[in-house]
């Protein structure tokens, strides 16, 4: 899913408010992000309620940047190696940092273009901002830049093991989807 999804349940909350109940629970949820019309049962709903909190238009920029930054070379045998698999390079860093701080700032965007586009004003105070979606993104960017290969804390080879960043990214990914009806505010 992504952060249009999420925006989608936010905007449901301010547009559709009379349809979408204050704190929607899963199944409003799920209906809301993948469109209403779908047939949802208990497992899609729970389903797509956790996709819902997957950053993905974020996450595709944090790859991109990564990948433009990866310094290749050849080695002896000329092989291209990765460069800067040999030590951690303060670009990963700067580039995670930048992707984490983005995130807020683009669920913001694609709310008010969304809020624009139902004749609705734009969310200048932040009382009318899609705080829980603000959120969630951004834990949700950090859980699985987290878990990605090669990512900054994968250098950290004393706490970091990937099957630990995997389960943690299905673990937050889960509870995010889980307590959204709790922790999303009511309108």
Known sequence: MSI???????LARQVYAPRVPAQPGTGAIAAVAGGVGMPTNQVTSTLSAITT???????????????????????????????S???????????FAAAGALTPVVVWLVYAAKLRAASKPLPLRPQTWPVW????????????AFAMPNSPFSYYKDWYSPAI??????????ILGLVAPIFGPSR
Do not use: C, H
């Open 4 to 10: 249009s999804t999420m925006t989608n349940v936010a």
């Open 53 to 83: 909190y997957v950053p993905t238009e974020i996450l595709t920029l944090y790859v991109a940047a990564r990948s433009a930054l990866t310094q290749t070379g050849k080695d002896a045998t000329g092989a291209i190696q990765n460069i």
């Open 85 to 95: 698999a040999a030590g951690l390079n303060p670009s990963e860093w700067v580039t």
């Open 133 to 144: 979606e603000m959120f969630a993104a951004t834990i949700a960017f950090v859980v699985w």
């Open 165 to 174: 960043a995997g389960l943690a990214v299905l673990v937050i990914s889960t």
